[in-house]
């Protein structure tokens, strides 16, 4: 029965996305395109949103069209009011990273995988908010310390995981290399590489 609905809801957005843009060819809507498809966008996330709540909290993958499309949908209606600028890119990135956290919540066990990407994608999503106020290094070791966490806290969920120790401490230690070379002088940086 929730497929059904759910299916029915796919299918009841591909038509409005048809009339919408039938419609606006045909001359129909003569508002301003930005504003129309910013509702037509928030319209389809808000059909993804009820499938993903209506087939449950593990089917975690209703959550990419649902946050991708929202974020479009506010990006477009956004910019049609003046707002514009690099806060775009984080909540678009952000949105794609918010379903693998879902399904990292959703099973812990079983989509333990879903933490790297996630926690990727969420650092990489701050970035256009930092970039003109921290060092580029820095931004370079928050990108590797973004990798490394992940396969960390795999390992501490489960500690049968040792492998995940192994990309943990590697790319925790070339992260630490960008930090190094603001903060220690050209005499010790090759010592403290060596070190690492």
């Given at each position: 029965m ?16 048809g ?10 809507l ?7 498809w910013?509702?037509f966008f928030g ?9 993903y ?5 593990r ?5 990419f ?8 949908g ?6 049609s009011?003046g ?5 775009m890119?984080?909540?678009?990135l ?12 959703a099973?812990?066990r079983?989509?333990?995988w ?5 926690t ?22 928050m990108?590797l ?26 790319l925790g ?5 960008p ?7 050209e ?10």
């Open positions: 929730k497929q059904t609905f759910a299916r029915f809801i796919v299918s009841l957005a591909l038509i409005l996305a009339v919408v843009l039938l419609a606006q060819n045909l001359g129909y003569q508002t301003d395109r930005t504003v129309v910013a509702f319209g389809l996330s808000l059909l993804f949103f009820v499938s709540f209506l087939s449950g909290l089917s975690w993958w209703w959550l069209p649902a946050m991708i499309l929202g974020s479009i506010l990006s477009m209606g956004a910019g009011i707002l514009v600028g690099s806060t890119g984080t909540l678009f952000a949105s794609i990273a918010v379903p693998f956290f879902a399904a990292f919540a099973d812990t079983q989509n333990w879903a933490l790297i990407p996630g990727l994608l969420g650092v990489i999503a701050l970035i256009p908010l930092i970039e003109n106020r921290v060092v580029g290094e820095v931004i370079g070791s990108v310390f973004s990798l490394a966490l992940p396969f960390l806290v795999i390992f501490l969920l489960n500690t049968e995981r040792r492998w995940a120790l192994i990309p943990a401490l590697v230690c070339v992260g630490l290399i930090l190094l070379t603001v903060f220690a002088s005499n010790l940086l090759p010592v403290m590489i060596m070190g690492l």
